[in-house]
Structure formats: C-alpha cells, structure tokens
C-alpha cells in the first residue's frame, strides 16, 4: 500500500506513540537472548522514527518500506539527526538482496498491513533467509481483542490549529480486519484554509497460534509471546502481541 499524503502527516499524528519502549523491547531481548551484533534490518520502517532511534542507540539500521512518501520523510529525518540510515523501497513479502542481519524487526503493527496468510508467510520466509544464524526475529501486531473491541465501530478524532482528523473504523471482509477511513484537514499557511486529504487502510490479524505455528512451519524456534511491552503472557484484553523467535534449521 502506499501512504500518500498520509505519510508526511504520520509523525504528527503518531507523536504520542511509545516509541521509547520498542527501543527498549529491542534492546532488552538482544541482552536476554545473547545477540551481541548490531546488524538491523528495520521492515516497514515508515517514516525512520524508529530507524533513527535505533540507530543513535548503536545499531547499524537499514530501513525498507513499500511507500516512497515513508521513505523520503524517512530520509529527511536521518539527514536531520545526523544517523546514516540506508532505505530501500521493496514489499516485505518480496524481500530480497538485502544481506544478512542480527535482529530483523517488524515494528508498530505494521504485519498487520499485510492482506493475506500468504503474504505473511512469505514476509516470515524472507525475514528467516536474512536472520544471521545467532540473531532475532521481533514483531508486535494487534491482537484480535484490539481490532475487534477497540477499532470496529469506533471512531476517532483530533482537531489541532494546524491539522485535524477524523479517523472511523470498521469491519473488514476478511475475519479479524478492520478498514479505517481516515480524513485530514491541514492548513495550508498561504492561504489560510484547509486542505482535505482522505485515505483508506486495512489491517487484518490472526490468533496467537497461528503466527506461532508459521513461525515453526517457516523454521523458527519462538523464544517468547508477550504483551504490551511487558514481559507478561498474553490475556484476553491484551492489545499488543510481541513475538520473538530465531532461527532453528532451514526454512520449507
């Protein structure tokens, strides 16, 4: 998919988000599980707001997205902080070329971006061919509960001097999905008015088990299933599902 304008709005809108914390669930599971490598491969990497936090914490980030818009904000930003971040434009689904690296990471629920089993599949398969053989595979997606409860039905908004949305949700054709349609009105500074932009996105998860049981088809070993940045098991109102996992013998 591509974000579209959506892109050059994100940050602002996803400014409250805990980005602190992801970089410390990295951080905390290279130390748990022995990673002593920097190598990071950033898929779907956005608009760089982790790549760049990464990679002032001592990683050596590469950063891939399918949006070209993500990207060259992305870009921008490690120009701006002083980091040097590559990016690629590729589909995580079609990843390749991309060498080899000590953590990969799928971050901010960005799986679930993802349309069909078989593109998640193939996301699990490219990420295990770039997984050195001592590294980690980490990736948070929503959790059934948060789709179905807390997304479905429901609509947000938010209306600053400079950009407002209006962001509703609802059910997907597909089991465990949500389509949000998104509005933003920014103020264009020249003229004085508004400027509307729409866009839509779908999102679709599956149960615990089952990423689980990809993982092991793909030819990971899973290390760990948590939630919302705690080391806690999952529960039934568990917004946030962590998975960690790494390599145990070639992949099908």
Request: charged share 25%.
């Amino acid at each position: 998919m591509s974000y579209q304008q959506f892109a050059y709005l994100y940050d602002e809108l996803m400014k409250d988000a805990p980005y602190d914390e992801w970089v410390q669930f990295v951080k905390d599971k290279c130390v748990n599980y022995n990673v002593t490598g920097t190598r990071l491969l950033d898929l779907a990497c956005g608009t760089g707001e982790l790549s760049v936090r990464l990679a002032k914490d001592g990683f050596q980030v590469t950063g891939v997205d399918l949006s070209e818009d993500m990207l060259a904000v992305a870009q921008a930003k490690a120009e701006d902080e002083g980091v040097r971040i590559p990016f690629f434009q590729q589909n995580m689904a079609d990843l390749e070329g991309q060498g080899e690296f000590d953590v990969i990471g799928i971050f901010c629920d960005s799986l679930n971006y993802l349309q069909s089993e078989q593109e998640v599949m193939a996301t699990f398969s490219n990420a295990f061919q770039h997984l050195s053989d001592e590294g980690i595979f980490v990736f948070d997606v929503h959790s059934i509960y948060k789709i179905s409860h807390l997304f479905i039905n429901q609509t947000f908004a938010s209306s600053e001097d400079h950009v407002s949305f209006i962001w509703n949700s609802f059910p997907g054709e597909s089991s465990n999905s949500v389509e949000h349609e998104l509005s933003f009105f920014v103020l264009d500074e020249r003229t004085g008015k508004y400027d509307r932009f729409d866009e839509i996105h779908f999102q679709r998860t599956y149960p615990v088990q089952q990423y689980s049981d990809w993982l092991v088809e793909t030819g990971f070993e899973l290390l760990e299933v948590c939630a919302d940045f705690k080391d806690a098991k999952p529960s039934t109102q568990s917004e946030r599902i962590f998975f960690v996992a790494k390599k145990i013998e070639k992949a099908i």
